[in-house]
């Protein structure tokens, strides 16, 4: 049974800086993509970032709303995915899922994505 548990989120001040951790179990996700997504309250949805494996190696991409202040990375004896997120601003604000991609296609599209987990609450106040 695959299972993904997220951690880090919290309240933070505006500039400030946290790191989620989304770590596997039931599964080796070293060779997965996997994604990180966030859902504010009343909106949809959104993509955030994601790691990708392509057969050979990986490579990020980002949302334009957080390229070059988020980065995500994997530690693969660890089976864990990270988001650094760097000048936090109050729109960062939202419950971030981590999500391993189940079909090809659109990397930024959370319906192609088989598994979840519960998420964790970031809060960044003005």
């Known amino acids: 049974q695959v299972q993904l548990v997220e951690s880090g989120g919290g309240l933070v001040q505006a500039g400030a800086s946290l790191k989620l951790s989304c770590t596997a179990s039931?599964?080796?996700?070293?060779?997965?993509?996997m994604g990180w997504f966030r859902q504010a309250p009343g909106k949809e949805r959104e993509f955030v970032a994601a790691?990708?494996?392509?057969?050979?190696?990986?490579?990020?991409t980002y949302s334009s709303h957080v390229k070059g202040r988020f980065t995500i990375s994997r530690d693969i004896a660890k089976n864990t995915v990270f988001l650094q997120m760097n000048s936090l601003k109050p729109d960062d604000t939202g419950v971030y899922s981590c999500?391993?991609?189940?079909?090809?296609?659109?990397?930024?599209?959370?319906?192609?994505?088989?598994?979840w987990g519960p998420g964790t609450q970031v809060t960044v106040s003005s």
């Open positions: 999500a391993i991609q189940g079909q090809d296609g659109d990397f930024s599209d959370w319906r192609l994505y088989a598994f």
């Open positions: 039931g599964r080796t996700v070293a060779y997965d993509t």
């Open positions: 790691i990708i494996w392509n057969g050979d190696f990986s490579f990020n």
